[in-house]
Each structure stands twice: as C-alpha cells, then as structure tokens.
C-alpha cells in the first residue's frame, strides 16, 4: 500500500481507528510523522491531537515537544490559559501548569471541557 492511500485512510478513518502494525517500526515511523507534519501550521485542539497522537506513534519525543510548546505560545496569545494548563501537563512541565492556572477562571476558555484530550493523550505517551 502507497503511503498516500494510508494518509487517506488516516484522514478518513482517524490515526485512532487505523492499525498499522503490520508495517515495520521504521517505516510506520515514516508514516507518523509525516502525517503528523501535515498539520504543523494548522492550531487548535483537534489538530494538536492528531500530531502528538501521531508522533507518539513514531516514538518523536522532540516533536511532540515542539508541537505542544508551539500550541502553548499560540494559544496564550489568545489568553486560552486552560488549554495551555493542559499542554503543559503533557510536558510534563508542573511549573509551567501551575503559572497557566492562576489564569484559568478569567480566560477565554474556562469552560471549555479539554478531559478527553488530555487524558487519551496522556495514555498514549504513558505507553512509549
């Protein structure tokens, strides 16, 4: 299978509903990542999700860094605190969520519901 019909079917079916382990690691890997890299200049939840969730898949720490610290820069400038809360749990960076919750009951996303997001990301980067 050509790796642009697999990007069909992870665009059409979702990376959560595609099992590629028949491939090998390396050109699995391959897939990830470029697939996480279609969404490098796209932001916003539902993008991050697909490209963390793709380069955990490719074991890319880095970018997965890279991804949730773009997000975070991005997404205080539109003072969306709590979802920088989020992002930075995901870095693992306590300090960081600790200075974006002292901002989350006056910013912009205070009610918005990021559970499912974190914690199916947080599961699968728990499993690298």
Do not use: W
């Not at 642009?4 to 391959?30: A, T």
């Not at 919750?101 to 199916?120: A, R």
């Amino acid at each position: 299978m050509e790796e642009r019909q697999i990007f069909l079917l992870l665009s059409q079916k979702g990376i959560d509903n595609v099992n590629l382990d028949m491939l090998p690691f390396e050109q699995r890997k391959n897939i990830y990542e470029k697939y996480g890299d279609f969404f490098k200049d796209e932001k916003g939840r539902a993008a991050t999700y697909i490209s963390v969730k793709s380069f955990s898949k490719a074991k890319n720490f880095e970018k997965i860094k890279e991804r949730l610290i773009d997000e975070i820069e991005h997404a205080g400038v539109e003072k969306r605190f709590k979802y920088c809360y989020y992002c930075s749990l995901l870095l693992n960076n306590n300090e960081m969520a600790s200075f974006f919750e002292q901002f989350i009951n006056e910013c912009h996303d205070k009610d918005t519901d990021y559970s499912d997001f974190y914690f199916n990301l947080k599961k699968e980067l728990d499993s690298i």
